[in-house]
Each structure stands twice: as structure tokens, then as C-alpha cells.
């Protein structure tokens, strides 16, 4: 099971299995002890250049695009597979600092990882 959330609510350790961040920058105000990642795999999170594209008016369906596209680098490709492997053995949640994860980066990735988010 894949779960997307907010790197800012508090881990269930119960639920959240694995805790991997999957944004590129770490969150403002939080420590890593608070946030209590296990993973932060850098080739699966969205470029600084897709971000500021993004961020500066690009849509959400080219944004999509791109991202899968950076998704189908080697480096990312090996990532994904890795993170699949996470999840065959049990529960993983991709955190992000987002205020909408389902509707982020993180949806997507969870989506093409082979799992819905929630």
C-alpha cells in the first residue's frame, strides 16, 4: 500500500509504514527528528526547473507530462523500482510538504508507482 501525505502531520507509526520524502527541498520549520523520514530519494522529486516552471503559471496536465518524462531517467527509474520493492513488503507513505498532496507531485508519483494515494 502507498499512502500520500503531509510531511507536517504527525507520523502513524501504525499506518505509515516506510516514510519517504519526495520533494527536493526540505520542509521549512520542521526537524528531521519530527519528520521522521526513513528515505529521501532526490531522483524521483520534481527538478528545480520543473518547479519554478511550474510555479510561474505552467499547467497541471503539461507539468504531469514533464515530471513523468524526468521520471523515465535512469537514475529515477531505479528509484521507482526500489520504492516498489518498499511496498511489496508492506505499507509506504510519500511525504511532501504541499498544501494539497493529492493534487501534487506525490499523487502522481504514488499513481505510477501502481497504487492510488490516501
Known amino acids: 500500500m502507498i499512502r500520500v501525505r503531509r510531511v507536517y502531520d504527525a507520523p502513524e507509526p501504525g499506518a505509515d509504514g516506510v516514510r519517504v520524502l519526495v520533494d527536493r527541498l526540505w520542509p521549512r520549520g520542521l526537524s528531521k527528528e519530527a519528520a521522521a523520514v526513513d528515505s529521501w530519494p532526490r531522483a524521483v522529486t520534481p527538478s528545480a ?12 496536465g503539461e507539468f504531469r507530462s514533464r515530471y513523468e518524462a524526468e521520471l523515465a531517467e535512469p537514475a529515477a527509474v531505479a528509484e521507482l523500482e526500489r520504492l516498489r520493492e518498499l511496498a511489496a513488503e508492506g505499507p509506504v507513505t510519500l511525504l511532501t510538504a504541499v498544501r ?9 508519483l504514488a499513481e505510477l508507482l501502481g497504487a492510488g494515494s490516501g
Open 49 to 60: 526547473e520543473l518547479r519554478k516552471w511550474f510555479h510561474a503559471g505552467g499547467s497541471p
Open 100 to 108: 494539497e498532496p493529492a493534487s501534487s507531485h506525490a499523487a502522481v
